[in-house]
């Protein structure tokens, strides 16, 4: 028996031993957010390993941090998120020199960055959050957030777990701000909700993707490009831009104080905006990079996608979530009284 | 006289409910399809796909080095606290009794919170070294309470055999009492690994950076699809367990020989 | 024997190991619980200063009860099918041949060893909207094509049951397995009823594994927190989820605390009636 032991002991020792002579670059990042082999390319040309944490909202990563969980590398908030963490010295200050390509960025979406100098972040992604649904079993579909009252769909519908998003929705359905202070208008959209939500299955960030595709749900809300890796699976599924505008995110890459491989880091920014790769991962995870030089190397068609170029007059009617500082306990409480409401 | 049936069919029920999801899993686990509505065709890809997912190998290396590490220190102390409990009687051992006792039915969430708030007060690193020290934290009651059981039935002659043969405290425990206790600490060995291997919850509140274990890596499949390859990876681990279950079946079997004897 | 001096001394060695580990990493942040709970919150996930009773009054604000409210009632319902169906089963298996008797506790033990995430998985497999469960209520006319049974309070219930059951079973048949069933038939006998003979001559004779199996399945209920999270929906919530939120999401480790603080007071109370009666029990043993 002991000596059993010591042999899986040994075995166990043999496992912590193997691989761990290169840096590990620790990345939090959200899920489906990257093309998997682009990762394997910059393990080999730097001779490092890439370990990938995930998190579904700009909250939860932020409370995990706020929670210890120090030693990340790469951290991928959105820039409401990011102004938060440099309001409370959370990055570090990033080196041009070791970020060349910052060079490429699309001036044009620069400015909806908090950190328009890139001083702390560089712009990674641009997202949306629209509805998707099944074409195969959903009739009638109208491009509006009003979808989410539809009767027939009764428990087969999702909206995200994500207070600004969810709450923004509303907002947008009302014809409101979604940054709007203003207490009357987020009961408002916090009565919508409510009604919104007795037709939900789940108030649910990732599962929705699997749902939509194996027919679980029929309406989701979601991530334009998370919706478009389910189209590739599953034609059935059609993403649309409600009419009412959308949030728009702009997510970005970020270098935590305290990390351990700051270099590495700088590195992985880097390359995340060389040209081939912002475009071989655009054409992967259907995010658009903001990325002039990389525009030339995408598929034409995927840049004019509607979903991910939003046509003008939707573009006018949607925002980039911003951070409000102490009102954002205005949005908690709402977002309290909508999980707590029968 | 004739006994009811109803004690029959309701054990029969409850075996089929307790059956019938894992069979579906396992079933679906050799699925071509990509979702589990519909039949298309026996298939082993998502086996093969498993052994190429570079996380859940990843995962099942820190779940390891928990497990074990877990399961080492776990098993000397609980041992150790089994013993001073059987063997004294004293006010001491019953606050120890309590402290030992409370853990195991204090619910997940609870642990998981504390531990997680107690780490971050004292600025300790979150990442596999506290989940080891969360894990071992309940393990220890676990492997205590096999021993205990164990210790109840004990032959104290024995000991006070060794004693009057001059034995001295240190050869009483390596030569005597070790061997004989030897079943009961593996049995409760192996209930802190399986206890640690499963473990999410509390996991989930105290794991970092990287600390990513097989259960979190489960969960996390569990939220953004690949089903198939969560049932084969079930699979895979129900064999595990069954032949852990075996393994502790057998030692206990053993045993029941021996004293039968 | 020992001298009385060099007796305590060894039983202090001992004692220490577990006691000195589980009085810091159990006791401590136990306590620790309880002391944030007074705590303000700064909006950004701190701890503030000083100590307030605010969070604790915040309790009391209305979106909680509903809450608190759905935890009990699905745990207790829990408990009470549990136990329901734990009884006749402890009772089957206790009076089984030998043979049988090993058999049957090992089928009903597996399930109580295999992954816990992966059998809720499989129920959600099981109960997907084109799974076999809904195919087959189609088919028997008893559910209609557009009800969802996933991500309901009954879903919750239903994978809350079948993952607590084999806590209720073992304890029950445990103290079956020591009763004396020449009781059931005496009573027979006089003339009592099957079900007469069973109510109040068996469940009585177990009374002690039976509260044991109320505890082992009441106490995780109430603490439950990932099957809401994966088969319940939005209006089937439980504490263990709030706390989790205020953790992860809202980044509020008062409120957290707080909600913890209650949690483990709730438990603690039936907890406490077990352990006088195991000591009791302990005390009971040694003097034999």
Same mark, same amino acid.
């Given at each position: ?38 990762? $394997?390319?910059? %393990?080999?040309?730097?001779?490092? =390993?890439? +370990? ?5 909202? *700009?909250? &939860?990563? @932020? ?117 709007? $202070?203003?207490? %009357?208008?987020?009961?408002?959209? =916090?009565? +919508? ?5 007795? *037709?939900? &299955?789940? @108030? ?139 | ?75 000397v102390l609980?041992?150790i606290a089994?013993f001073a409990l059987?063997?004294f009687?004293t006010?001491l051992q019953?606050v120890h009794?309590?402290l030992i ?39 220890v009651?676990?492997?205590a ?117 | ?7 305590s001394f060894g039983e202090w060695l001992v004692t220490l190991p577990s006691f000195v580990w589980l009085f810091i ?264």
């Open positions: 028996m002991l000596r059993n032991l010591t042999v899986v002991l040994m075995f166990a020792g043999l496992l912590t031993g193997c691989g761990e002579r290169r840096a590990v670059l620790h990345v939090y990042n959200w899920a489906d957010y990257m093309k998997p082999s682009l990762i $394997r390319q910059f %393990e080999q040309e730097f001779n490092c =390993r890439v +370990v990938i944490d995930t998190f579904d909202s *700009n909250e &939860a990563m @932020f409370a995990r941090l706020r929670a210890g969980a120090t030693g990340y590398d790469v951290i991928f908030p959105s820039s409401y998120m990011v102004q938060i963490m440099i309001n409370h010295d959370m990055l570090q200050p990033l080196n041009h020199e070791l970020i060349p390509n910052i060079q490429h960025l699309d001036p044009d979406y620069l400015s909806m960055a908090a950190d328009k100098e890139c001083t702390y972040a560089v712009p990674y992604m641009l997202s949306n959050a629209g509805l998707a649904y099944r074409a195969d079993r959903v009739e009638h579909v109208e491009p509006t957030w009003a979808m989410l009252d539809r009767e027939d769909l009764r428990g087969r519908m999702t909206m995200l777990d994500d207070m600004r998003e969810t709450i923004g929705a509303a907002l947008k359905y009302l014809g409101y701000s979604l940054n709007t $202070r203003n207490v %009357e208008e987020l009961e408002e959209a =916090r009565d +919508v909700v409510i009604r919104w939500k007795r *037709n939900l &299955a789940k @108030f649910e960030n990732e599962q929705y993707k699997n749902g939509i595709a194996s027919g679980e749900f029929l309406l989701v809300h979601g991530y334009n490009g998370d919706i478009m890796q389910v189209m590739e699976e599953e034609e059935n599924v059609v993403y649309f831009v409600p009419r009412e505008g959308v949030s728009i995110a702009l997510d970005e890459m970020v270098i935590p104080v305290g990390a351990r491989q700051p270099e590495l880091a700088h590195h992985f920014i880097n390359f995340m905006h060389r040209p081939e790769v912002a475009a071989e991962n655009t054409e992967y995870v259907y995010f658009l990079s903001p990325n002039v030089a990389a525009y030339e190397l995408i598929d034409a068609e995927l840049l004019e996608d509607p979903s991910i170029n939003l046509e003008p007059e939707i573009l006018a009617l949607s925002e980039v979530i911003e951070d409000l500082g102490e009102d954002n306990r205005l949005y908690t409480r709402i977002w309290d009284e909508i999980k707590a409401a029968e | 006289m004739k006994r009811s049936r109803i004690p029959l069919y309701t054990t029969i029920a409850v075996l089929v409910f307790f059956y019938l999801p894992i069979f579906v899993l396992i079933i679906h686990s050799f699925n071509a399809s990509r979702f589990s509505g519909s039949w298309e065709g026996f298939s082993l890809r998502w086996y093969i796909r498993l052994f190429t997912e570079r996380e859940i190998w990843y995962a099942l290396r820190n779940t390891l080095i928990v497990a074990f590490s877990t399961t080492v220190v776990s098993m609980g041992t089994a059987h063997r009687n006010r019953r009794y309590t006792y409370t853990p195991l039915v204090v619910p997940d969430i609870l642990m998981g919170i504390s531990l997680l708030l107690f780490f971050v007060a004292i600025g300790v690193q979150l990442g596999l070294f506290t989940i080891f020290l969360a894990h071992t934290s309940f393990c009651s676990y492997v309470m096999v021993v205990l059981a164990r210790l109840q039935d004990f032959d104290f002659s024995v000991i006070e055999a060794a004693q009057d043969l001059g034995a001295n405290w240190w050869t009483i425990a390596w030569r005597v009492l070790l061997p004989l206790l030897a079943p009961g600490i593996a049995a409760g060995g192996l209930l802190a690994f399986t206890l640690s291997i499963d473990d999410f919850v509390i996991t989930f509140f105290v794991t970092g950076p990287g600390a990513t274990t097989l259960p979190i890596q489960i969960y996390s499949m569990i939220k953004h699809g690949s089903p198939p390859l969560i049932n084969a990876l079930s699979t895979i681990l129900l064999v595990v367990t069954f032949l852990i279950i075996w393994t502790v079946q057998h030692l206990t079997e053993d045993e029941r020989t021996h004293e039968n004897a | 024997m020992m001298n009385p001096r060099n007796k990493l159990f006791v401590i942040p136990t306590l620790i619980v309880f002391t944030i709970a007074f705590k303000p919150a700064d909006p950004w996930g701190g701890i503030g200063e000083g100590w307030t009773l605010d969070t604790l009054i915040s309790l009391g604000n209305p979106n909680y009860p509903a809450i608190i409210w759905r935890t009990i009632w699905l745990s207790l319902v829990t408990t009470v099918v549990c136990i329901a169906l734990a009884l006749p089963m402890g009772y089957y298996i206790a009076r089984a041949p030998a043979r049988w008797r090993r058999l049957l506790l090992l089928l009903t033990v597996i399930p109580f060893w295999t992954s816990f995430l992966i059998r809720i998985f499989a129920w959600k497999v099981l109960l997907h909207p084109d799974g076999y469960v809904k195919r087959a209520l189609v088919f028997l006319r008893l559910s209609e094509e557009g009800t969802m049974l996933l991500y309901r309070s009954e879903a919750v219930l239903l994978v809350m049951v079948y993952t607590l059951l084999p806590f209720a079973i073992l304890p029950i048949f445990a103290a079956a397995e020591k009763f004396d069933f020449r009781l059931v038939e005496a009573a027979r006998d006089l003339g009592a009823g099957k079900l007469r003979a069973f109510r109040q001559v068996f469940i009585p004779g177990i009374q002690r594994g039976l509260l044991t199996a109320v505890l082992m399945v009441l106490i995780p209920a109430l603490g439950m927190y990932i099957i809401p999270d994966l088969v319940g929906g939005p209006r089937s919530e439980m504490v263990g989820n709030k706390i989790a939120q205020r953790t992860f999401v809202d980044r509020n480790l008062p409120h957290a605390s707080a909600l913890s603080a209650g949690l483990t007071l709730a438990v603690m109370a039936p907890m406490l009636v077990v352990l006088m009666m195991q000591g009791r029990r302990r005390e009971e043993h040694e003097v034999r």
